[in-house]
Every structure is written in C-alpha cells, then in structure tokens.
C-alpha cells in the first residue's frame, strides 16, 4: 500500500484524525500529511463515506481554498 492509499484508510478507519482545516457546505474538512511523498489529503465525511476533495504538494506556497465551486456531492 503507497502511502496515499494509507492516508486514505486512515481517514476511512478513524475520521477526526486529520487536522481540521475549514468548513464546507456545513462539513468539516481535514488535512492529513503523508511525510515521504510530501502530499497534503484534504477530505471531508458525508453521510459517512470519506470524500477525497484534493491532494496538494506540502511545499505549495498557497493553501488551497473550498468555496462553492468545490462540492461534496
């Protein structure tokens, strides 16, 4: 397993273990690093099924931004 589909089971297995980073469409978003590959996994659990909503680089000099364009539908 790469350390992305780890990060993703662990968001699957224990939700609230990544770092709260925003709120979208009344949903709590979270953050979590893997440390080799540098990747940041921002998700969010609707109805509790673990939506995917982006994966960034950690070295990206802007934090990404949720707006109504990005939905959990």
């Not at 998700?43 to 673990?50: K, Q």
């Amino acid at each position: 397993m790469n350390e992305l589909d780890a990060a993703i089971a662990q968001a699957a297995a224990l939700p609230g273990s990544g770092v709260l980073y925003s709120v979208l469409e009344g949903e709590t978003v979270r953050r979590l690093n893997t440390r080799t590959s540098k990747k940041f996994l921002y998700y969010a659990v609707s109805d509790g099924v673990v939506v995917v909503l982006r994966v960034t680089g950690t070295a990206q000099e802007e934090q990404p931004r949720f707006d109504k364009k990005t939905s959990l539908s």
